[in-house]
């Protein structure tokens, strides 16, 4: 079987927080089905370089007119039947083309067609959330008639700024729910959250995973002082990561600490709270960590914490 994967959120780099658990699950997923074929389309998303801000009307023109690559995918390697395949285009606001998704299609067309130039027909599109990847999965699926399964990860869903000027869900994040061949919620919520956008389409619960092989628990005990908290999160302001600073405040001056991994447009009103809260050497903010690094802060923690206002799937 050949599964052609279409991600809405994905990094280019291996180690990006964007679309990691796409890229572990396409991962996981060839290395237990061996006689399956993947490839992971990407097409720029979740690229700050590939952004171009509305204010820039000049730039958006020309990239329309001057396609960055001419669709021509270029093939990375990940396994002998797991491949991703790069043909990066600008994106700018959604409400203007929304946001050169004819461009995303085309992309992902010439994507899919070099997968099937190595491994032959494409049996069955994944889609990842449902704009951009649904919608660019239903386009391929009227055009080139390959069926497509999409997992929905957003919540609230669609989010805020995908709804249209009334607030109401639009058109563009309908469309993949109604064309999907089969919809999958990562959780209750998402799965009653879509269920009002998709009234007539049934839609199964299909968790994200944990690699329990690679996140195991520590050998030992750890000491009891200092007690330890961790979270590991972006540091925004919907994860609740100020409010978990000012929660330690009453722990001030006693044997705790909060250890935060994570990077965010939030981070220096993190450090100034923590610098007025006077907790400095209590709250330490990690940045950035690899999944290997992820994995030893858990070990060496007694509690993890999950401030997040809303979460689709709890994991970190």
């Known amino acids: 079987m050949n599964i ?23 991962k996981l997923m060839a290395s237990h089905f061996p006689d399956c074929n993947f490839g992971i389309s990407y097409f720029g998303q979740s690229n700050a370089t590939m952004l171009l801000p509305i204010n820039k009307p000049k730039a958006i023109i020309t990239s329309i ?28 606001h959604r409400n203007f083309k929304h946001g050169n998704i004819d461009a995303k299609i085309k992309a992902c067309i010439s994507n899919l067609k070099a997968f099937e130039n190595t491994f032959g027909k494409t049996d069955v599109i994944h889609a990842h959330v449902a704009f951009p990847g649904g ?26 700024g995908l709804l249209d000027a009334n607030g109401q869900v639009p058109e563009r994040c309908r469309y993949s729910p109604e064309s999907a061949d089969r919809i999958f919620a990562v959780s209750h919520a998402v799965q009653v959250a879509m269920q009002a956008s998709a009234p007539k389409k049934a839609i199964s619960v299909l968790p994200n995973f944990v690699d329990t ?58 450090r100034e709270l ?36 809303l979460e689709s799937f709890g994991v970190s």
């Not at 239903?138 to 989010?159: G, N, S």
């Open 4 to 26: 052609f994967v279409i991600p809405s959120w994905y990094g280019p780099k291996p180690t990006d927080l964007a679309g990691l658990f796409v890229r572990e699950q396409s």
């Open 65 to 92: 007119l001057k396609p960055t690559n001419h669709f021509c995918a270029v093939p990375k390697k990940i396994s002998n039947n797991l491949i991703e395949y790069h043909s990066p285009q600008y994106s700018w």
């Open 135 to 160: 919608y660019i999965a239903a386009a391929i699926k009227k055009a080139l008639h390959v069926p497509f399964v999409l997992t929905e990860h957003m919540l609230p869903f669609p989010l805020k």
């Open 213 to 270: 092989k690679f996140f195991l628990p520590a050998n030992q005990k750890q000491p009891l002082e200092p007690f330890t908290f961790v979270s590991l999160t972006a540091l925004e302001e919907s994860k609740g990561v100020l409010e978990m600073i000012e929660a330690m405040a009453a722990f001030r001056g006693q044997a705790v600490q909060l250890k935060i991994a994570g990077s965010g447009q939030c981070e220096f009103k993190c």
């Open 274 to 309: 923590i610098k007025t809260l006077n907790l400095s050497s209590q709250v330490h903010l990690l940045g950035t960590l690899d999944r290997a690094s992820c994995r030893t802060e858990l070990q060496k923690a007694h509690a993890f914490l999950l401030p997040s206002h």
